[in-house]
């Protein structure tokens, strides 16, 4: 069922929800957790989209806060919302609303979604393009235990994430952290089977790539050695290899789709290592509320250690000497061994 409301208020859309509630029968709110996306009119239709197939697992009442300031004075002194109500088969499990501001309203989004969240249940706040500079203290930010970015959206993707290291609180994560699960769990198995020092490792992924960087610094972060970061072309995360004295282990992703393992001492095998959509990172997402620690050690060690953005061959300087880039590969993100952060 949708409604449609125009020039209308918080308390018209709550009545609004009741409605569409009892017209298809189910008065009863069942869901879990409240999503907030804040996004554009350009981008609102694929992050409702991931966000609805989400709620077949997590069924949220989703806020959807689209701002349109306005570019003339007449339009920014302008003072409107309008709403969109979907309830039952068109807004999954869950119910949805659509919030467009206009004018001034648009600036004070915090005072429309207050009274639209449910009662006594988390809050998660979803920026899929440009985040705010530090969400935790963003005024739509404030009201959520769980706050969402996500680097590779930004302009500058590698900066994107050093400005999450330096404004970090408790709640706030990265999609580009969560599409590096499935490379982290693999790596983390491959060493659980093969009990070897580590001496270094390398990482390849597109140039500019925020998961990539970010998985280089999670390794450099947790095994403490050196790990090189080169550019591949994608797509997005091609391999990591660690070099251990018994020879080297090898997850190798060349399509995207499948990947390949290589042990010492073990046959080769493929593993499912697909991109996954916005949805299945949503969904991961919302099923833990608490605070992602491995998330910030990894982010905050790496505000030291990322590449250039305007030169991916150049890196940063270690403690006691400059790391020198290999041929066609952006500079080690860290030298852990001297520059530990933990």
Known sequence: MKIDLTDTNSSKINAGLIHARRAIGTPAVGMVLTLVIVTDEGSAYDALRAATEASKEHPSRILVVIKRPGRSPRDRALTRLDAEVL??????T???????????LAGHAESVVLPLLLPDAPVVLWWPEDGPENPSADPLGRLGQRRITDAAASEDPVRALGVRADTYAPGDTDLAWTRITGWRSMLAAALDQKHTAIASAVVEGEAYNPSTELLALWLADR???PVERRVSDGPGITAARLTTADGEICLDRADGALA????????????ALKRRETAELISEELRRLDPDDIYRATVQFGVKHLSHPENPGSG????AKKASPAKKTAAKPADAQKAQAK
Do not use: K
């Open 260 to 271: 390949e393992l290589a042990m010492p001492g073990q046959p080769d095998r493929h593993v």
């Open 94 to 104: 869950g119910e949805t609303v659509v919030l467009r501001m206009h004018g001034e």
């Open 316 to 319: 940063p300087e270690p403690a």
């Open 223 to 225: 095994l403490g050695v």
């Open 87 to 92: 309830v039952g088969s068109e807004a999954g």
